[in-house]
């Protein structure tokens, strides 16, 4: 859990301080349209909207943003978007998922493969590192919200399989089918979480030096620079020295 909170923050930090934020409006932007074409246009009737909602909220995309990529999904406006999630290998043999949305899946499987191959890495099969995750729901809370033993309970009353609390907030995981139930059941008790979303988890990380790591999390910023790429997820643990040189 370490590596993975550890590395979480690193990117987080990192997408606050460097993303171009019409960049960033615009992948939530795209998710948000897709999930509304998916599923009802209504946050509260359909997950994965609401996920997409509420990340936006998170990154102060304004209202009118939202409303209006809702909007586009109702009235059958805007591209198709085709989801799509690749898997491969980073320096050090890191495993690494990328999730894209895409309206030309010849011209992302081109860039996504060119980045992987300058880092010194390699893109492989679909499924040859998924195996290495779990694909969960993860609900966060700020550790004021409610005591861990409180929020222990009310997760597991929901129907969570796992809950993680430290000093800087609450983590709850759930499956992917219960997902949508669970959140609803806390945010109800708690209020609105910070962040509801789909996401691999890694079973275990792999430890690397700060030259790799830092080759890693190159890798990691390139393929977040391209416009279809939605989410990078890794299993990979580096240095506290290392997180304060990149995060300068």
């Known amino acids: 859990m370490a590596g993975h909170s550890q590395f979480k923050n690193i990117m987080h930090r990192k997408g606050r301080k460097d993303a171009v934020r019409s960049k960033v409006f615009g992948k939530l932007a795209r998710e948000i349209t897709v999930a509304a074409k998916l599923g009802l246009p209504d946050p509260d009737m359909n997950p994965r909207l609401r996920a997409a909602v509420l990340a936006a909220r998170a990154e102060n995309m304004p209202k009118d943003n939202i409303d209006r ?31 894209v949305l895409t309206d030309n899946r010849n011209r992302t499987a081109g860039e996504v493969r060119a980045t992987f191959t300058k880092s010194g890495g390699n893109l492989a099969e679909t499924g040859a590192v998924a195996f290495m995750f779990d694909h969960v729901g993860v609900i966060e809370y700020a550790s004021a919200a409610a005591s861990s033993d409180a929020m222990f309970e ?27 139930s669970v959140a609803k059941a806390l945010e109800q008790k708690f209020g609105e979480p910070r962040k509801a979303s789909l996401v691999w988890r890694p079973q275990n990380t792999v430890a690397v030096d700060d030259e790799q790591g830092e080759k890693v999390l190159k890798l990691i910023e390139s393929l977040n620079d391209s416009d279809d790429v939605q989410n990078v997820y890794a299993n990979f643990e580096v240095s506290d020295a290392l997180v304060e040189k990149m995060s300068a």
């Open 154 to 180: 009310a997760a597991l009353e929901a129907g969570a399989d796992d809950v993680v609390s430290n000093e800087s907030g609450h983590e709850i995981y759930a499956a992917p089918d219960k997902f949508g």
């Open 69 to 99: 990529a809702i909007k586009k999904a109702s009235g059958g406006e805007g591209e198709n978007y085709e989801e799509i999630r690749y898997e491969g290998y980073g320096p050090a043999g890191v495993a690494v998922i990328v999730e």
